[in-house]
């Protein structure tokens, strides 16, 4: 998951959930960020479920269908 923030107010916060017991990973987009956050993203694990949808979601077949063999 990527985010970026643009413009906030001084009172804005953000509060992150990572199941499975991971946690995050900030990278900036930096040249030499790579390739340790392509390997990264490659081990993201399949979820069980669609966040939005449910077990019979969309997101299994789009993710099926966006992911690069090296």
Request: glycine share 12%.
């Amino acid at each position: 998951m990527a985010h970026k923030n643009i413009k906030a107010s001084d009172d804005f916060s953000c509060a992150g959930g990572y199941p499975g017991g991971k946690d995050f990973d900030i990278n900036y987009g930096k040249a030499d960020e790579h390739p340790k956050v392509d390997e990264n993203i490659e081990q993201v694990p399949m979820p069980d479920t669609d966040p939005v949808f449910g077990k019979g979601g969309m997101l299994f077949e789009y993710w099926k269908s966006v992911v690069v063999t090296r």
